[in-house]
């Protein structure tokens, strides 16, 4: 049910989280935009959930989207655990302590996740360069509210950005700060400034890098992303100039040509860009539109819900083959232990799904369900039980299309019902996918455009429609920059133009969820995608 990128990277790994915390240290926030689950003071936890609805606002200011008009569905909103320390963020995402990861961020119709720690690392005895290091590293909110703009743009200004132009404005947010009643924006990132000061001023290696990056690429991206993102909207004379660029792209200028049609002599660009680097960092400072602090509502978490706090976390990141079976006797004692609890028959109703034990899965679906008919979570792995059975046994599709469409009744603008509907008609080859169907992946797509799963899937329907000029505004971003795999889907459309059309169906097709591929399945089929690549001279690394 979720991404599984992450997952890949923890294959027989156990992870070592830190022990779960007595009920009184857990607490959840909940606010207009984003439910917090934070092992904190009671405090804490309401400051920081307001900080981040203070990020959405700023977001919103910054991007003329105005204030929140309830459009976006309950289920739109981010879901924070805040836990631990850095080393615990390294271990939960690759297995390893000292990854150097410090929070990660999961955008996906079924419920966005993020997960960043309460602290950095605590280390005793630290000589003076360890402390300067330590100020230089990317401090654990800032990779979150980076994250957090990445999920903003899809929901309110999606546009196939420019890797360097969407890292270097996410990085422009990323060290946000908030005084009493205003934000100041545009402070250098410190954890960006030794890139900014070593690394040249190159603009046609940050506007078309190399297909093979190097250290300078990603210093460009990142550091140099930030320094021409905040170029772009926080000088006067040159807003406006980014939409211009993203125009002339989608009237077919490359890159460079779109670039000096925008910007206009790039030696002039490469030169104030030059002195803002070497200058004072310009700052702007903004009232807060709503000077009260954001309303959040507190919880304290009761014995079961801390209990099944370890589990939930774990599943929620996305687990591999062998972890999801690790999981299953935890779940089952927590059941056990907690039987009438809907918080531990949820999270073990998604241990039992990873394990894909389908029939358990879909007993405590039920049985969460009795607890609170209003469950859509719950209705939500009731029907994917079917849908994930119909690999095998295709008439389960149609259990699983009226367990959706009563998923969708409960909530009726939460994405993944909508999109596991429209699934129940792609995936039955003797059914006529209906009028119903397509509007409700069109629907899914506009509440979650951030999910890649759903944004494929239109793209996919849009090609069968014959609605290529749209497919390939909504599959932009699959085509951007100089990888394999975005210059093969740019021959596939334009031989799908060519009317040479199974080629990008087929590459386009979603996936059957219910499909298991081992380690050895998943690097065949990878093969083949690259050697596709190379049959169209794609630059592919071996």
Not at 184 to 213: K, N, Y
Not at 428 to 435: A, N, V
Request: aromatic share 10%.
């Amino acid at each position: 049910m979720k991404n599984r990128t992450l997952a890949a990277l923890t294959a027989l790994v156990t992870l070592s989280l830190a022990p779960a915390a007595h009920a009184t240290d857990w607490y959840r926030a909940e606010s207009q935009h984003f439910i917090v689950y934070s092992e904190d003071t009671e405090n804490e936890t309401r400051e920081f959930a307001q900080d981040l609805e203070r990020l959405d606002e700023v977001l919103r200011f910054m991007n003329g989207v105005g204030a929140d008009d309830g459009s976006l569905p309950p289920s739109a909103k981010v879901t924070v655990y805040r836990f631990g320390e850095t080393a615990d963020m390294s271990a939960l995402a690759a297995g390893n302590r000292n990854s150097g990861i410090g929070g990660f961020f999961i955008p996906r119709a079924h419920g966005s996740v993020a997960f960043v720690p309460r602290r950095r690392d605590r280390q005793r005895g630290r000589s003076a360069s360890e402390r300067i290091d330590e100020d230089m590293m990317l401090d654990p909110k800032a990779i979150l509210f980076h994250e957090y703009v990445h999920y903003f743009m899809f929901q309110h200004r999606d546009a196939p950005y420019p890797l360097w132009y969407s890292e270097g404005f996410a990085e422009l947010f990323s060290n946000l700060e908030f005084g009493d009643d205003y934000f100041v924006i545009g402070q250098v990132p410190p954890w960006r400034s030794a890139s900014l000061a070593t690394i040249s001023i190159d603009l046609p290696d940050t506007f078309d890098p190399p297909a093979r990056g190097t250290r300078e690429t990603v210093g460009r991206t990142y550091a140099h992303g930030w320094l021409i993102a905040s170029h772009l909207n926080l000088n006067p004379a040159r807003r406006g100039q980014m939409g211009a660029y993203m125009q002339a792209i989608s009237q077919g200028a490359t890159v460079m040509q779109a670039a000096e049609q925008a910007f206009g002599d790039l030696e002039v660009l490469r030169r104030e860009l030059e002195e803002f680097r070497r200058g004072r960092s310009r700052i702007l400072r903004v009232p807060y539109s709503v000077q009260a602090d954001p309303p959040v509502e507190m919880h304290r978490l009761t014995e079961d819900e801390v209990a099944r706090m370890d589990m939930m976390i774990r599943s929620e990141r996305g687990v591999d083959e062998a972890e999801a079976q690790r999981l299953v006797p935890q779940a089952r004692r927590l059941v056990e232990q907690y039987p009438q609890s809907e918080a531990v028959l949820l999270a073990a109703t998604e241990a039992e799904f990873d394990a894909r034990n389908y029939a358990e899965a879909e007993s405590l679906a039920q049985r969460a369900m009795t607890l609170d008919p209003e469950s859509t979570m719950a209705a939500i792995y009731y029907a994917e039980v079917p849908l994930r059975q119909s690999f095998e046994d295709p008439s389960r599709l149609a259990v699983a299309r009226s367990r959706f469409a009563a998923a969708n009744r409960m909530e009726n603008d939460h994405a993944f019902p909508l999109y596991g509907y429209y699934l129940t008609y792609l995936l039955d080859d003797g059914q006529e996918i209906p009028e119903t169907a397509r509007q409700a992946l069109e629907d899914a797509f506009a509440y979650a455009p951030f999910d890649q799963d759903v944004r494929r899937a239109l793209v996919h329907l849009l090609l069968l429609e014959d609605r290529a000029p749209e497919a390939r505004v909504v599959g932009a971003s699959y085509m951007l920059g100089n990888g394999p795999f975005a210059c093969l889907l740019r021959h596939e459309f334009d031989d799908f133009d060519a009317g040479n059309r199974e080629p990008l169906l087929t590459e386009l097709r979603p996936d059957h969820p219910g499909e298991y591929l081992d380690e050895d399945a998943r690097e065949a089929r990878q093969d083949e995608a690259k050697e596709r690549a190379r049959a169209y001279g794609c630059e592919v690394d071996d």
